[in-house]
């Protein structure tokens, strides 16, 4: 480590083509050469020793519990050569070759060699972070016993499997740990990452290196390089490929000599790089060439020197401000907290809003995820996610929350809860770097949170009190600032990973609240040198006409320098000031999004107090009574005299989602609610249900409609609960896309069907294991279950399913349904009914609830 | 990174959402193409290729004949009446990203008429992107006077589903496009198709 830091290191290069060339047939996992041909491997070690190479990299690339089987594990005997090795014994039998090339050629450090695990984590796929985390440990604890100097993660695509497996290394070993990961041509991950999102998630996790390896030649990855650099605290490792893959007489060839490919990596010397290396088609003629063209200290330039080939770099963005960039991260791109305002919505909060607290309650994903959506769409950069409601498990809440708003969502997240094992466990399962909110001056809160920022890495919201309480002067508030500041260097926390809260008191109780806050602001960012948060709201506490003083004192704290501030986006005063205040600033390039937010500005966004009476929250009907077509340009209107009698019919029909909103509401002051539903609703959904068979209307008019009839639903059950308690529900299903299928479009099509017609629908998902269907069954008593497959391979998946119901739920009847499933399939396998589409599931429910089958 | 709308097929679209023939109403008309547009904004197209030698050995009785592919064997009747008076292979994957999926995802927890168009959409620009680099392989072939056929997937007739391994090792495609099997051979991003595309004509 401390050469790296000191003096550079040069790497080796590739290995699997030369395993191949050295005879590793096709088909074979190179690992397994570690036992039957360690003499290839220690040879090639050597070459790469005597070539100038500081550090070998051990074939563990593709050593995993997925690809080798465990100590417990008997051998099948049925599987290949890989079969009759342990894990273990693979890992070993690598680094020990490593170890005897490094002792012969008498200097060197081995690295243990970690890639992608080839499986697919959640949401996509079906591995779980914490098995992730598992199976890279067991590969870390065998190399770091078998005597690894480090760990080097290397060509990684996806940020979530690199968390895994950097919080691996660093909770198994105490090894340096180094990650590089592999961009592609247009300066981005496969999943969306960026270079700076790299890098802050990468230094949140404390990595002793970070850099990039293959995917590209030297010359296509300096941008990337340069952009690593510049943002990089740690040192950078660099390992291109030898140029672009070609296929030559069925063979994959490099186009990149050893002189041309040390040509092009001058740039990237010239940029900084600390560590050299190659990666795919690469040889020791590579690396000796590479490592021959560093004149004596070109690695090894002092911190000064450094400082000034960064300097001389040509384009490069300024290196000093951007390591000093306070980033936080989701899977994707990073948002960056600095000179142009940043808005966090606060909609995902129960406090005073029943209806997000009774979602929270019935653990309601959809809704909560609306609401996150219906912020983004407002114009909020990172989601405040807070669902702390007495009674509930808090720490399994937030981390599923956040799960699933990572899911359908890019915008990085705030983790917001004053619990802190909701907080470790929400901070361990995030995808990228999230705002922590928050930390305050008092010990014991301290003592809780930086430790976890220590470890997972995260942008910390620091409040303005301790135990003492709220300052009353902005002396007293910087002074507590100044403590948490301290506080969290002790930890190794710099100042950009921390936002301080100056916090707002309402100036209804005091009116130089306001001036307090805003010279903390002001004070923050001048004597401080650190970044600012503000929950904007509170300001104007227990005042008529909140939206008045919010927005002019939200400009105010932004002219005294607020980076952050954590608002409602749907607030139209707010968001007049945020879009005026950057205009104004010059932070909007030719006033470009302040033009074309301008039909928001003016009317479309509703100020809060105006959708409802009262409380100023959106009910369910106002979050899905606005589509995302509507919010651009209104739907038509229900003609004067068309089907008079019934305007909520005409909306249902033609799927018209507000026009539905706004009859349900007409209808409840006419009538009663159960009648609505019987006369006017059901009918329209028969005849949409009708149209859809005959095929005279097809499956998105089919959707449109159910969403129309679902957001009048809501509307009516709104009211319902309001009189009498909770509308009753025809009965409970449990709807499942069979294990091993990951497609379940066509479930969650009939769900919103089923839910139409009023019945309770339980949704496994997908890829839902047999055990868990009967789990469901069981404990919801549901009278009737749904499953779907999409592919034959999948079929017999479904076939277990309904086995273990019959044996352990006898009294469930089973529906299937799915793109490969015929009557003749269903009847094999021993369903009782098949539903051909959608409403041919609504009809069997139908059917089974009113007793006809 | 972005495709040309214009060469994804409009009736394609409609006929993955079960309109076989029939002229879509202004509204789906319209949505259709807002979230191709949509779509165009997050994906990502890419592909890699390889071409290898193309041996078949004449079948036993009743066997299927064997086909060596240069990289993997494969005994498949279908393919090899696909490949027939073929010397040659290129073997190709292709995926337009998991930035598809992800919308998906999010509309159908959000909009579920959109996501059945989203998803029909995609599965349009998936197709779209493969004829695109088909076109562009068979005016190559062409003025080396070969002739290209159809291109062939494994999961089609007797080509079993279980080859998708073969294509992920020779083609590199986890590491070059970051496509990833489950553990039922699907492939994510799930707009993704892999295929063998015979070469006939002059050997080069």
Redesign the interface.
């Known amino acids: 480590m401390e050469k790296l830091h000191q003096s550079g290191l040069v790497f080796d290069g590739g290995l699997g083509s030369l395993l191949q060339a050295r005879g590793l047939p096709p088909g074979v996992l190179p690992e397994v050469w570690n036992i039957t041909h360690p003499e290839v491997l220690i040879a090639i070690h050597r070459e790469y020793l005597t070539a100038g190479a500081d550090v070998v990299t051990c074939n563990t690339f593709g050593a995993n519990p997925f690809k080798f089987r465990r100590e417990a594990d008997t051998p099948s005997g049925a599987e290949g050569p890989e079969d009759a090795y342990t894990l273990r014994q693979v890992v070993t039998s690598a680094v020990e070759n490593a170890r005897k090339a490094v002792s012969e050629a008498g200097q060197g450090f081995v690295a243990l060699d970690l890639g992608p695990t080839g499986k697919l984590l959640e949401p996509m796929g079906d591995l779980s972070f914490e098995d992730c985390v598992a199976a890279y440990a067991e590969v870390i604890r065998f190399g770091a016993d078998a005597g690894a100097d480090l760990i080097l993660i290397e060509t990684m695509s996806d940020l979530y499997e690199l968390k895994a497996a950097v919080l691996a290394a660093k909770e198994n070993c105490d090894l340096p740990v180094m990650a590089t990961v592999a961009f592609d041509a247009s300066g981005k991950l496969l999943t969306g990452g960026t270079p700076r999102s790299v890098v802050a998630l990468l230094e949140g996790l404390r990595v002793d290196a970070l850099g990039l390896n293959c995917g590209l030649g030297p010359d296509d990855m300096a941008a990337v390089a340069r952009e690593l650099i510049a943002y990089a605290s740690v040192p950078v490792i660099v390992q291109p490929n030898a140029g672009l893959p070609r296929s030559e007489e069925g063979k994959t060839v490099y186009d990149l000599g050893a002189e041309a490919y040390t040509a092009q990596m001058q740039q990237i010397i010239a940029m900084g790089a600390r560590g050299l290396g190659g990666c795919c088609g690469t040889t020791p003629a590579h690396i000796r060439a590479l490592s021959d063209s560093l004149p004596t200290g070109a690695l090894r330039p002092g911190d000064a020197d450094l400082h000034e080939r960064r300097q001389e770099a040509p384009q490069e963005p300024d290196a000093a401000s951007a390591r000093e960039a306070t980033l936080v991260t989701s899977f994707a791109d990073a948002v960056e907290i600095g000179d142009a305002p940043v808005i966090i919505g606060e909609r995902i909060n129960p406090t005073g809003k029943k209806r997000f607290r009774q979602a929270v309650e019935e653990a309601d994903m959809e809704y909560i995820l609306n609401v996150g959506l219906k912020q983004q769409e407002q114009g909020a950069h990172i989601l405040d996610v807070n669902v702390g409601v007495p009674g509930i498990d808090e720490p399994e809440m937030l981390t599923r929350v956040v799960k699933e708003l990572q899911s359908v969502t890019e915008l990085p997240l705030q983790l917001d809860t004053s619990d802190p094992e909701a907080l470790a466990q929400a901070m361990r399962v995030y995808n990228g770097k999230p705002l922590v909110n928050s930390v305050n001056g008092k010990q014991e809160s301290m003592d809780a949170v930086f430790p976890l920022v220590a470890k997972y890495g995260g942008v910390v919201v620091c409040l303005c009190l301790d135990e003492s309480g709220i300052p009353e002067t902005a002396d007293g508030r910087i002074a507590i600032a100044k403590k948490i500041i301290e506080e969290a260097a002790r930890y190794g926390i710099q100042k950009k990973d921390l936002l301080v809260d100056a916090l707002c008191m309402t100036v209804s109780t005091d009116e130089r609240n306001a001036m307090v806050t805003l010279e903390t602001v002001r004070r923050t960012r001048e004597e401080l040198g650190v970044k600012t948060i503000l929950g904007v709201s509170n300001i104007s506490f227990g005042l008529p006409v909140r939206e008045v003083i919010n927005a002019a004192f939200y400009t105010l704290a932004m002219e005294n320098g607020l980076n952050a501030a954590i608002i409602n986006p749907g607030s139209a005063d707010m968001m007049r000031a945020y879009h005026a205040f950057r205009a104004l600033k010059g932070h909007d390039p030719h006033l470009a999004e302040y033009i074309a937010g301008i039909p928001a500005l003016q009317d479309a966004v509703r100020p809060p107090g105006a959708e409802r009476k009262g409380s100023g929250e959106p009910g369910d009907a106002g979050l899905h009574g606005q589509s995302r077509e509507a919010s651009q340009k209104p739907e038509e209107p229900v003609p004067q005299g068309t089907d008079e009698a019934s305007p909520l019919r005409y909306a249902i029909l033609r799927g018209l989602k507000d026009s539905a909103v706004g009859a349900a509401k007409e209808a409840l002051l006419q009538k009663e609610a159960l009648a609505i539903i019987d006369e006017e609703m059901m009918p329209a959904l028969d005849e949409v249900g009708k149209g859809f068979e005959k095929g005279t209307l097809f499956l998105p008019q089919l959707m449109m409609s159910a969403e129309a009839a679902k957001a009048a639903f809501a509307v009516i059950r709104e009211h319902l609960q309001k009189q009498e308690g909770a509308a009753k529900s025809k009965g409970t299903i449990v709807l499942a896309t069979v294990q091993g299928d990951i497609h379940d479009i066509g479930k969650n099509i009939v769900k919103v069907l089923l839910e139409n017609y009023n019945y309770r629908v339980i949704d496994l998902g997908k890829d839902v294991p047999p055990e868990a269907v009967v789990e469901a069954v069981v404990r919801e008593e549901a009278p009737l279950a749904g499953l779907s497959a999409l592919m034959t391979t999948t079929v017999p998946s479904m076939e277990k399913t309904i086995r273990l119901l019959r044996e352990r739920a006898p009294q469930v009847r089973v529906m299937v349904g799915g793109a490969v499933m015929t009557q003749e399939y269903a009847d094999a396998i021993g369903a009782d009914f098949y539903a051909k589409d959608a409403m041919g599931a609504v009809t069997c429910a139908e059917g089974v609830f009113a007793g006809g089958y | 990174?972005a495709m040309d709308l214009n060469r994804v097929n409009r009736n394609e679209i409609l006929h993955y959402?079960?309109?076989h023939g029939?002229a879509?109403?202004e509204?789906?008309a319209a949505?259709i193409e807002?979230c191709l547009s949509e779509l165009n904004a997050k994906v990502?197209p890419?592909h890699v290729?390889?071409?290898?030698?193309l041996h078949v050995s004449l079948p036993e009785e009743d066997e299927a004949p064997l086909l060596d592919l240069?990289?993997?064997t494969v005994r498949s009747r279908d393919l090899a009446r696909n490949l027939k008076g073929c010397h040659e292979v290129l073997l190709f994957a292709a995926t337009i990203?998991?930035?598809a999926?992800?919308l998906?995802?999010?509309y159908?927890?959000?909009?579920?008429?959109?996501?059945?168009?989203l998803?029909a959409a995609a599965a349009a620009m998936i197709e779209a992107y493969c004829n695109e680099i088909n076109d562009a392989w068979k005016e190559e072939y062409a003025a080396k006077g070969c002739a290209l056929h159809p291109r062939y997937s494994c999961g089609y007739g007797d080509f079993a589903?279980e080859y998708q391994k073969e294509f992920m090792?020779?083609l590199e495609m986890?590491?070059?496009?970051?496509i990833?099997l489950?553990?039922?051979?699907?492939m994510?991003?799930?707009k993704s198709v892999t295929a063998v595309i015979g070469i006939a004509g002059e050997e080069m």
């Not at chain 2, 489950?182 to 699907?186: R, Y």
């Open positions: 990174m959402l079960g309109m029939a879509p109403d509204r789906t949505l807002e990502a890419k290729f390889r071409t290898f030698p240069g990289c993997f990203g998991e930035g999926d992800f998906i995802r999010r159908e927890k959000t909009q579920m008429s959109r996501a059945v168009i998803q589903l090792r020779v986890e590491k070059r496009l970051g990833r489950t553990d039922g051979l699907l994510v991003p799930t």
